[in-house]
């Protein structure tokens, strides 16, 4: 091969990989001959604009033809744009609040922390624009291991020590039960790549049955749901959220989960819907679903229900990542026309309403020094903006109308409806939990407005934290208020059923 | 990819892990019908190659054998790569080597790395 077709190939379409490599090799490299004296404040900023510059490079890639390079492994189509867009907006709102996070903290690896974060946020793009399950993996576990160095990125406290332990134990089992599926996968097919594995695994179920095909898939989601966080593999969330730094919470609760959704839906959707289930007019997908769909209600009902008792508002955050996982799984079960709209939609709103959350309980946290769900007593009195905003994100995450978070519920309440066959239960189960949901994020409004405060200092607003909270207002509620500007914009640029051609 | 074949390594698999368990479990109960029984302190201290073992196994190791034997898994690893490439470098030609390229400034990186975080002093 020559350097003529060496250039010829299209590699312009992996520009927002290659900007967040360079940003994130630069900034090693800089760290590493910086004199330590010199503050690293500069590379949170640098590192936002990487991430900008990668987003900006993202959106004007949207609405082109489907396209694959390097041999079939890298793959850009309309699914690997709308999520990459997700993933490059959340990292930048959890960058914003790192440059808040680290002027007062006790972590002295600064530098690192900036890199890690994009080392991982590449690993998660790599994983939204890939189809062969080589190159998935590679992206799995680079975010992994830059979330267990992340974690663990408070040397001295003992608290984010044991998380970053824990995460490292249980993500190398979630690893394992993973690759162990994919191997089915591999054995049945002979091959890596997913148009492969779905051509020969529907040839070979029509002839031998489907015991393995069957366990190739479910022991490939759980393996998978530990990204998610949801049944079987959920409860190292509530430890780990609450030993690591804030934007590393943040993170994982938001970006790592949706880079979860995108690997979930690459691989099975590329493989499943087309082999032929066990009833003559369904396809295997539809016909496994029910396990899904338990555990999908499982996640709903333990999230909210443990979500109640907890006193540390970080656990309380961690058990309400798990129930929105739940939630996100319902449109994956329904598999109706709107399967990747709703969940697009409701990733953003959960993008806007938990990072803007988060950014207000860094404020808050900061200032107690402590977890505990008392530091938002009198907040009211103490800061009536902030409250407002806080009130704004708990009424979405609760999912009340004229916020973001009530019009994500909505959609996936109509997309399960109209499925086929509809899925009452699970709906259901969803309204029932929603309602439990208001009991906790009701009792911090109550702390805010009710309680009368412990001291009556002013609050100070550090400047990366403010600018997400004001995004994320602008964000939750222009989604709740005009819902369609999002769609139409969704429904113009993108056609996700190129997803499935082009192999 | 043949299907059976594919069910049928798991056969395979089977015996072997029949075999493993019945080994031990042979060996272990013919042993005992064999050897005469006559219990004694002295044999049941620890057995150390003739020396009389002194103080205790667990003790602490220098944390930078670890640091050290990961830099050269990766140095070796960069070999085992190398090798081959160097070997069909003919018929390959330039993609591999910008390939390389790219797979050697990144392990080099990797290099500058360690050295700073001073990973090859010993002190």
Redesign the interface.
Known sequence: MDIGTLLSYPWEIMMPEFIILIAATGLSLTDLFLPSRVNRRIFGWISAAAVLAALISLLTQAGSEPAQILHNTYRLDSFSISFKALLLFGTLLVLLISTSYLARSDVEEQGEWYYLFLAALLGAMMMASSADLITLFVGLELLAIASYILTGIRKKSAESNEAAMKYAINGGIATAVTLFGFSYLYGLSGSTNLGDISREISALSADHGHALTVAAFIITFVGLSFKLATVPFHMWAPDIYQGSPLPVMAFLSVVSKTAGFIILFRVMLSIFPTVQGFQPDESLYQSVMIFVSIAAGLTMIIGNILALRQNNIKRLFAYSSIAHAGYLLVPFVAFSQMMFESTWFYLLAYVFMNLGALAVLHIIISENQSAHISGFAGLYQRSPVLTVCMTIFLLSLAGIPGTAGFMGKLHIFIGALFADPSRYVLVSVMLVTTVVSYIYYFSIMLHMYMRPPKRYTKITWPIGATLTIALCVAGTLLLGIFPGAALQFLQEYFWFNDMFTLN | ?D?FV??NSYVFVAAFLLLGLLLPITALTVGRWLRPHHPDPLKSTTYESGIEPFHDARVQFNVRYYMFALLFVIFDVETVFLYPWAVAYDEL???AL?EMLIFVVMLL?GL??AW??KVLTWT
């Open positions: 990819m299907f594919y069910q030609g330039l993609f910008v990186i500058i790395y700073k975080k």
